[in-house]
T-cell receptor, first 114, second 113 residues
Framework: GEQVEQRPPHLSVREGDSAVITCTYT??????FFWYKQEPGASLQLLMK?????EINEGQGFTVLLNKKDKRLSLNLTAAHPGDSAAYFC?????????????FGKGTKLSVKS | NSKVIQTPRYLVKGQGQKAKMRCIPE?????VFWYQQNKNNEFKFLIN????????QIDMTEKRFSAECPSNSPCSLEIQSSEAGDSALYLC???????????FGPGTRLTVL
């Protein structure tokens, strides 16, 4: 089945710095890609969805890049602030039929120091 | 913001006891997923439904776990005989369809003593 590797497991940056989190996946049939943010004690908040026809998506303060050739997905927080401190998870789905479950990376705990 | 409701937020059970948790999906979302997030942040898919029908479930779910999504009632996930290894955050997610993004509830944190 699909395997997703996420790096780094921990990331500490200063306010205003960029932070990059990367996931690699194994199943070439994976079609839908998501980034979720989880603050301590809270649930998963959807940050961004990326579909196979999209390579770059920009959100508020972050950019998501999908490289299907390398089976790599990355989240780039362009100017981190303390409110970005949280765990971030990538998730991958083939979106097909009943097998639409998400396969998650193990997460990156981001700490942004002011 | 997600409108998936999960109850209870915290659940403490002894080994061998039943543990039941509930989920109300976002209005209009016919697809429901249950995941288990352990203390190492490893997510495990348990089961998914479309309307009241089970689409897929893992072996673990078939043996000690039971789940249902009855019409006009909350979905539920029940562990028949809790084990220490079941201690985790149980997350319910709903979606408009199988190809769309999943929105998660706050989770039920189960502790099995």
């Amino acid at each position: 089945g699909e395997q997703v590797e996420q790096r780094p497991p921990h990331l500490s940056v200063r306010e205003g710095d960029s932070a990059v989190i990367t996931c690699t996946y194994t199943d070439p049939n994976s079609y839908y890609f998501f980034w979720y943010k989880q603050e301590p004690g809270a649930s998963l908040q959807l940050l961004m969805k990326v579909f196979s026809s999209t390579e770059i998506n920009e959100g508020q303060g972050f950019t998501v890049l999908l490289n299907k050739k390398d089976k790599r997905l990355s989240l780039n927080l362009t100017a981190a602030h303390p409110g970005d401190s949280a765990a971030y998870f990538c998730a991958v789905s083939d979106g097909g039929g009943s097998n639409a479950k998400l396969t998650f990376g193990k997460g990156t705990k981001l700490s942004v120091k002011s | 913001n997600s409108k998936v409701i999960q109850t209870p937020r915290y659940l403490v059970k002894g080994q061998g006891q039943k543990a039941k948790m509930r989920c109300i999906p976002e209005k209009g979302h016919p697809v429901v997923f249950w995941y288990q997030q352990n203390k190492n942040n490893e997510f495990k898919f348990l089961i998914n439904f479309q309307n009241q029908e089970v689409l897929q479930q893992i072996d673990m779910t078939e043996k000690r776990f039971s789940a249902e999504c009855p019409s006009n009632s909350p979905c539920s996930l029940e562990i028949q005989s809790s084990e220490a290894g079941d201690s985790a955050l149980y997350l319910c997610a709903s979606s408009l369809n199988l190809s769309y993004e999943q929105y998660f509830g706050p989770g039920t944190r189960l502790t099995v003593l």
